[in-house]
């Protein structure tokens, strides 16, 4: 994603906390003086999916290729246990070749690319149960 995208970035993120899931983030897991690719790198081995977000702002400035060769990379390890997910949002840019192999989705907005998100992810979320304060 594009910095221009974070607020995007971040419902997804606060979404995901908040169903349980511990979804990892530059900002939130980097700080001040972290080196970037290893950083990112890390982040990866440490996930069960890369997502990518393709928006109108969206432009490859040279990091996509490492960031989907770690994706790809972790594919192969995890096999089934890693996703590459890519959310396209209707008024981007066509997807990029380089993840063209793997199927996308075009989104019109949040909640479908946050559907398709969950309905990719390789977790799935716990049962369904009353919250404690229902049956007090």
């Known amino acids: 994603h594009k910095t221009v995208d974070k607020p995007l970035v971040y419902r997804y993120y606060h979404a995901l906390n908040g169903l349980g899931f511990t979804p990892w983030l530059d900002e939130t897991n980097m700080p001040a003086g972290t080196n970037l690719e290893r950083a990112v790198f890390k982040g990866f081995e440490e ?3 890369a997502v990518f977000f393709i928006t109108d702002n969206f432009k490859d400035e040279k990091y996509l290729a490492a960031e989907v060769d770690y994706a790809v ?11 590459i997910i890519t959310l396209r949002y209707s008024n981007a840019a066509p997807v ?41």
């Not at 990379?73 to 996703?83: G, I, L, S, T, V």
């Not at 075009?106 to 369904?128: A, K």
């Open 47 to 49: 996930s069960c999916a």
């Open 73 to 83: 990379m972790q594919k192969r390890k995890k096999e089934n246990k890693f996703a």
């Open 96 to 136: 990029p070749d380089l993840l063209t192999p793997y199927i996308y989705k075009t989104v019109e907005n949040d909640l479908d690319g946050f559907r398709e998100l969950v309905r990719s992810l390789p977790i799935e979320l716990g049962p369904v149960r009353w919250k404690a304060e229902a049956v007090d």
